[in-house]
């Protein structure tokens, strides 16, 4: 199916021939923006308040390094075991931009081993970013080193106690993930439809949407509901930069809008995935013929959808094609401004 046409970004300017202040105007090196006020914006530096999710092993130099070249904000993540890993990564990321960048902390692969956390900590707080995010635990295990650091902090949350939990931390910002997002999720899961809202009532922090987000009319659905930025994960998984396998990329495409399930994978805690046979099998409580021992290198880099499960939030099913990371992000924003157009005329005519 093919994706609705994307106006350029002469269709931004104002019927009259001016600029019109709320619409995004140019400047050297970006297109597009007009997010200056934005608070998301001003704590990450970011050009668009468009982040990139620190999916595992996904969110390396070449997907960060393009999504932050492209005015939106990378997310390396750091939940490998090794940190000479994450340091090549974060040196190849800054030999492609100057752009900012952020860094995650997965506070529960982090917590296991006490001189591994110790040593992550000291390298990614000695002044080489300026926002982080934190996800998978309490963030008061690192919040008041962060921001002694003078590091803007965000945490990832998928209900509202965890939102109200992460405010009393003294966390800086949150990114709220609803149900439909990929990852790992509680057995009760609650959609972003409803959660933005939910957190938006009670939580007055700037707050980024994840979960169910592609384009430019996700991301103003986002903003109505409360938000001041969004995060796209299997969006980016679909990109030309993203270092997965091209199978992966398109079992993505090739979803349709129901085409992912939830499967439990520990006690207490489910994750979402592509509807493939092997999913179905499991769910329906079938041992599949032949599973992978290894999901990084079968399914990531050999493209094995046949026996391992690839993550993928039911976005997947707005995903059409294979695109590089900047046309998403300049989509996106063009997209987004549309919509926010669309919606104001509705007051215009009203008038009339």
């Known amino acids: 199916m093919p994706m609705a046409a994307n106006q350029g970004s002469s269709g931004l300017a104002s019927r009259s021939g001016c600029q019109d202040k709320r619409r995004p ?18 704590h990450t530096g970011a050009t668009y308040p468009i982040l ?35 340091k090549r990564e974060y040196d190849a990321i800054r030999a492609m931009t100057d752009r900012p960048f952020g860094i995650n902390l997965a506070i529960k692969f982090l917590k296991g081993d006490e001189a591994r956390e110790r040593a992550v900590l000291d390298w990614v707080l000695d002044g080489r970013v300026k926002f982080v995010t934190t996800s998978a635990g309490d963030p008061r295990r690192y919040v008041e080193r962060i921001k002694g650091a003078g590091v803007t902090v965000y945490h990832a949350v998928p209900t509202l ?30 959609h972003a439809m409803v959660l933005l809202q939910a957190v938006r009532e009670r ?26 930025g969004v995060a796209m994960g299997t969006r980016f998984v679909a990109s030309a930069e993203s270092r997965v396998h091209e199978n992966y990329k398109a079992a993505i495409v090739a979803a349709s809008p129901s085409g992912t399930v939830q499967l439990p994978l520990v006690r207490g805690a489910m994750g979402r995935v592509l509807k493939t ?3 179905l099998r499991m769910m329906a409580g079938e041992d599949p013929p032949e599973r992978s021992r290894n999901g990084v290198a079968d399914l990531y880099i050999g493209g094995r959808t046949d026996i391992a499960m690839g993550s993928a939030g039911e976005s997947a099913g707005l995903i059409h094609e294979v695109k590089p990371v900047a046309a998403i992000i300049e989509d996106a924003v063009s997209g987004f401004w549309r919509e926010i157009d669309r919606l104001a005329a509705l007051r215009d005519s009203a008038r009339v």
């Open 203 to 228: 939580v007055g922090l700037p707050m980024i949407a994840a979960g169910g987000v592609v384009d430019g009319r996700g991301m103003a659905a986002a903003f109505a509901l409360g938000a001041e």
């Open 161 to 190: 106690e965890g939102a109200l939990k992460a405010e009393d931390a003294g966390v800086d910002g949150l990114v709220v993930e609803g149900g439909e997002s990929a990852g790992i999720r509680g057995s009760e899961p609650v």
């Open 52 to 86: 990139q999710a620190p999916m595992s092993w996904i969110a390396r130099s070449s997907l960060v390094g393009a999504v932050s070249a492209a005015g939106g904000l990378g997310i390396l993540e750091t939940s490998g075991r090794d940190l000479e890993t994450v």
């Open 277 to 279: 046979e092997m999913a």
């Open 25 to 42: 105007r140019r400047v050297q090196g970006h297109k597009l923006i007009g997010f200056e006020n934005n608070p998301v914006v001003r």
